[in-house]
């Protein structure tokens, strides 16, 4: 039995370490360097991108991509870290964490390199010369290396004061550039508070935004809102609203809905057969040019906002926060924790949330393995019709196979992206734009978390199998923030369990991380089945564990 298992093992291995280092050869052009600048405050960013079997070992590794600064001498001046950021057409992309390097000539290069010796892997280099003009209204040459390393707060005591422009607004707070600078001297996070909306500088935030995992922490009387200030393009907020940084001005409005915005909503609530526990809140950001032109910010890509509101009273535990979607009068699920009468949530943009209960309850799951998890997905607003398309709402049909395209619609209404209107979808020519189902691929796309076939297709009506669920699903969890740091002994070790781990085509190193991280156990316990159809209780069930393992839900 014992050399059954090692001879397994060994197989398995040898499978997976071909599937992730294959040679030095094949490996040598799948790393890239993408819109790389040294920017004349000093600031290096950019992305770095990998593809092939390189890309599948460095995402599977689950931790950030360093890369090597050296001047144009060859002398190494400083280590620059990229964190995943997407995954689309067969390349996973890091972005730089922004690194200041100071007081660096602007007429020789800086050269960045990767390098992975664990992957056999060769030195992959881009050169770029220091920017004579930021665009960006930053200080040249400005912020030393020690500058914002602190981990404290500071709260800053604003006085309501005019808009500019207007009559006074006692609900306006306005900050001043320097108290703003002031504050983030030797501090990553800065407190402020406001009644309903708050008006900042962007002058005072560019220092600052040249930092790794600097804060704004805005607490209003409705609610609060952590702005990580990385989430700010200022490069393309400037463009877009031709106007530099000293013009620019940053607006949070937090503030009730009120009216017959408010009627809407309830009309919402009692549709979803639901008991709204808050008050329903718009969270709006505005970029401002000097001419009054507004830019809304509302898209941050792979980066969850987190946000509070205060409920009404306390949950039966089934409660969940939900978006309100005007142009279709619908409420759709955000990722979120209750405690007490204090709702907190996460989603990569901006709009109207209130605090959601019900109880949902399907015929068909009674006694089904998985009733529990379904049935409190169900209360999150992830039931029958909205879980997968096509169900009657007292029904949930569990063994029902799931097809490509409804997987996609689960990821992205389960993780709370934001879903394109219909005229933005076109991806793939077998998906209708008109289908109900093409902006939720559109979405998942763009996240990085499904990819189409080699012929450019996407066959949305094809039932996912299980090698496709647990890759998907892995992707997924990465996206939400999931960490996942296993060696590909670790992984081979896991699946060497499963009689028919050979028969895994191309998912082996997700497929290990999925059932190392305890979001699958298998089709049973010694059999993976990666080519059948998985079912909608397989789906549900494997979504429900990465939101609560990634803090998503309770």
């Known amino acids: 039995m014992r050399g059954a298992v090692m001879k397994k093992l060994a197989t398995v291995t040898a499978v997976m370490l071909v599937v992730s280092l294959l040679s030095p050869v094949l490996a040598l052009a799948d790393a890239y360097f993408k819109d790389v600048r040294y920017q004349a405050n000093g600031t290096v960013t950019g992305q770095v991108y990998f593809d092939g079997t390189v890309g599948t070992s460095v995402y599977a590794s689950g931790q950030p991509v360093t890369l090597s600064v050296y001047d144009n001498a060859g002398t190494f001046i400083t280590p620059v870290t990229a964190t995943y950021t997407t995954y689309g057409d067969g390349k996973y992309y890091y972005s730089f964490n922004p ?30 010369y220091r920017e004579t003009d930021s665009g960006s209204g930053g200080d040249s040459g400005s912020g030393g290396s020690g500058s914002g390393s602190g981990s404290g707060t500071y709260t800053p005591s604003p006085s309501p004061s005019p808009t500019p422009g207007t009559e006074t607004d006692p609900d306006v707070t306005v900050i001043k550039a320097d108290d703003l600078k002031d504050a983030f001297h030797g501090s990553d996070k800065v407190t402020l508070r406001f009644a309903e909306s708050v008006e900042i500088p962007f002058s005072g935030l560019t220092e600052a935004m040249t930092r790794t995992g600097t804060v704004l922490s805005l607490t209003g009387d409705h609610g609060t809102y ?6 700010l393009n200022l490069t393309q907020i400037s463009s877009m609203l031709n106007t530099g940084a000293a013009g620019l001005t940053l607006k949070l409005t937090v503030t009730k809905v009120t009216g017959d915005e408010a009627a809407q909503v309830a009309a919402a609530v009692a549709k979803a057969n639901g008991t709204a526990l808050s008050d329903p809140v718009r969270f709006e ?19 969850y906002v987190k946000r509070t509101i205060t409920m009404t009273r306390e949950s039966n535990g089934k409660a969940t926060v939900v978006q309100y979607l005007p142009a279709t009068d619908a409420l759709t699920f955000v990722p979120s924790v209750i405690n007490g009468t204090s709702a907190t949530f996460q989603r990569p943009g901006n709009s109207i949330y209130l605090v959601l209960e019900r109880n949902t309850v399907f015929a068909d799951l009674n006694g089904h393995w998985a009733e529990t998890d379904i049935e409190l997905l169900a209360s999150k607003l992830l039931n029958g019709r909205e879980i997968v398309e096509g169900t009657a709402a007292n029904s949930f049909e569990p063994n029902r196979g799931v097809t490509r395209a409804e997987f996609a619609a689960l990821l992205v209404k389960g993780l709370g992206l934001t879903v394109p209107p219909k005229t933005a979808v076109g991806e793939f020519p077998d998906v209708d734009p008109e289908a109900w189902h093409a902006v939720y691929i559109f979405a998942a796309k763009n996240a990085g978390l499904i990819e189409g076939y080699e012929d450019g297709t996407f066959r ?13 699903a892995y992707r997924a969890y990465r996206f939400a923030g999931g960490q996942a740091d296993f060696s590909v002994i670790e992984l081979a070790t896991t699946l060497s369990r499963f009689e028919d781990a050979e028969d895994l085509v191309w998912a082996q190193l997700e497929t290990g991380a999925v059932i190392k991280l305890g979001l699958s156990q298998g089709a049973d316990s010694n059999k993976l089945d990666p080519a059948a159809s998985a079912n909608r209780a397989e789906a549900a069930v494997i979504l429900k564990r990465i939101l609560e393992k990634t803090g998503f839900i309770q």
């Open 99 to 128: 690194k200041v390097i100071p007081n660096y000539s602007q007429h020789n290069p800086i050269v960045i390199k990767y390098q992975n010796e664990a992957l056999n892997y060769s030195t992959v280099s881009n050169a770029v």
């Open 226 to 231: 952590e702005l990580p200030l990385s989430v």
């Open 285 to 303: 950001l505005l970029a401002i040019g000097a001419d009054g032109k507004k830019l809304a910010l509302d898209n941050f890509g792979s980066t």
């Open 460 to 472: 949305p009506d094809r039932f996912i199998n299980r090698e496709e669920l647990l890759a998907l």
